[in-house]
């Protein structure tokens, strides 16, 4: 019976196809509820522990001018942490730049406690299975001490109006081998790679959703994960030639991306996969 036989060949075909994404869907739901279950119960953070030895390095005394973290001016005035990772990326008087957390951490550690920059930047961020660099451990801490906060950027001065500007047109501008913009993989809904779900960045609702949940603890690597890391890691991805740490670029997208998240609640540290 050829008919039956074409009918069952169809819907074997059919089904082939339907149940891949069926399987990556359950996959998906699964993933989100290990995530949930892990929020649910903030001592299953690591990323917490990673805010605790961010603490201690803040209020120790070190580096050739033996001093502490404690009159770092993250925005507020020094030594004031609460709430200053709410209004990063900012225009610094003192360094006149733009500056972003991670940066603004640098020129702290750099001017206040004497550090060499080339020495803080040499390993900004751990690798898997790395234990968590300073950097990463003091933006942990910082972060966290804006959770519950809302994202509130600084748009007054020139060079923030430019350094936003710079982000969105680099956010959009195609580049490298690939031809790939941010925008390729972020710039509509409902993406995926593998089962890596990929915000629309450029939409705010999805923007406030993500932007604030980092620094993250991510499971794969097991240390926490910042935000220079994670445009670094995906410049990488675009095949562009590694993007120095703190540079202007990096700066700039994260003012962007901040800016598309405005008044997005800081949740950092998050878990991420
Ligand atoms: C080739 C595709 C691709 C391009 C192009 C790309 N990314 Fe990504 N991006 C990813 C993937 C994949 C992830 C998720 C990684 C993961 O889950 O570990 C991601 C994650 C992110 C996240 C975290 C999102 C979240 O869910 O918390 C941000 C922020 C981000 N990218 C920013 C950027 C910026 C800025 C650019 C441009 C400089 C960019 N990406 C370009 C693939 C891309």
């Known amino acids: 019976m050829p008919a039956r036989t074409t009918i069952v060949a169809f819907l074997l075909l059919a089904l082939a196809f339907v149940a891949p994404v069926a399987a990556i869907d359950d996959t998906e739901k699964e993933l989100d509820r290990y995530r949930q279950m892990l929020k649910a119960d903030p ?18 005394v070190r580096g050739p001018k033996n001093a502490s973290l404690e009159g770092c001016d993250l925005g507020k005035g ?35 406690q004497g550090f ?32 519950g906060a809302k994202f509130a ?49 450029s939409k705010p609702e ?9 620094p993250a ?9 910042t935000m220079q890391h994670r445009i670094a890691d995906c410049y990488w991805q675009m095949r562009l030639p590694r993007v120095d740490y703190g540079s202007d670029v990096t700066i700039a997208l994260t003012m962007y991306l901040v800016h598309q998240a405005k008044g997005g609640d800081i949740t950092a540290p998050s878990i991420k996969r």
Not at 127 to 145: C, F, I, M, S, W
Not at 158 to 167: M, R, T
Not at 206 to 214: F, L, S, T
């Open 43 to 60: 001592w299953s953070n690591p990323g917490l522990l990673e805010a605790d030895r961010g603490e201690a390095l803040w209020k120790q």
């Open 78 to 112: 020094p030594g004031k942490v609460e709430g200053a990772f709410a209004g990063l990326p900012r225009y610094f008087k003192d360094a006149d730049r733009v500056l972003d957390l991670e940066s603004r951490l640098v020129w702290c550690m750099e001017t206040l």
């Open 116 to 147: 060499a920059k080339a020495e803080i930047v040499k390993r900004p961020y751990s690798k898997a299975n790395q234990t968590g660099t300073d950097l990463e451990a003091l933006a942990t801490y910082v972060a966290l001490k804006s959770n």
């Open 153 to 201: 950027p600084h748009l007054e001065h020139a060079k923030e109006k430019a350094a936003l500007a710079l982000g969105e047109g680099l956010f959009f501008r195609r580049q490298g081998p690939m031809d790939f913009a941010c925008a390729t993989c972020h710039g509509e809904s409902g993406k995926r790679i593998r089962l890596q779900a990929l915000p629309y960045l």
């Open 206 to 214: 999805e923007a406030r959703a993500v932007i604030g949940e980092w």
């Open 217 to 225: 603890y991510r499971v794969s690597q097991g240390t926490v994960m």
